[in-house]
């Protein structure tokens, strides 16, 4: 399982991908059927023509992330709460970020529209409090999803 690190109290653990039914080579359905899978008979997607396998066959849907919370504060002293405050809301931004990436890359499934990669994989997620303000306001707007442009710079 792999792990992504972000400001130091907080991990974000990669679980599974979704992925559709379709060869990302050949663009053709991918086909169930049991293979011997290190010693053991398996049920996995197989390519009938370039014969590719395994759950990393068809194309990227997305990529939902799991963020742990921030540990408690070890003390009570204004810099440790403090911390902790903002640990708390930069996780509670991140986990926004990731949800409503998710159901973005969700209603636009590759043969439906193409967009960015970063909103099908999560990467590079954002790192700074402010880095997770600017992904939600962006993710929000449809004009700044669709062109890869910034929020603030809009005007003219």
């Not at 011997?36 to 849907?61: F, H, S």
């Not at 992330?65 to 009570?76: L, M, V």
Request: with cysteine; hydrophobic share 35%; net charge positive.
């Amino acid at each position: 399982m792999p792990e992504v690190s972000t400001r130091s109290p907080i991990r974000v653990i990669v679980h599974a991908e979704h992925r559709n039914g379709i060869c990302d080579k050949c663009k053709v359905p991918l086909e169930i059927k049991e293979v011997t899978y290190k010693g053991k008979p398996k049920d996995m997607a197989v390519c009938p023509q370039c014969g590719g396998l395994g759950k990393d066959v068809g194309q990227l849907i997305a990529r939902p992330i799991s963020i742990e919370a921030p540990p408690p504060p070890s003390c009570i002293s204004f810099r440790c709460l403090w911390k902790f405050i903002t640990d708390s809301l930069f996780m509670a931004l991140l986990s926004s970020y990731h949800f409503r990436r998710v159901a973005y890359a969700e209603k636009n499934r590759p043969e439906k529209r193409k967009i960015l990669e970063r909103y099908r994989t999560g990467s590079p997620a954002p790192k700074t409090l402010w880095q997770a303000i600017h992904a939600n306001i962006k993710l929000r707007c449809p004009i700044c999803r669709k062109y890869n442009i910034d929020p603030f710079l809009l005007r003219r």
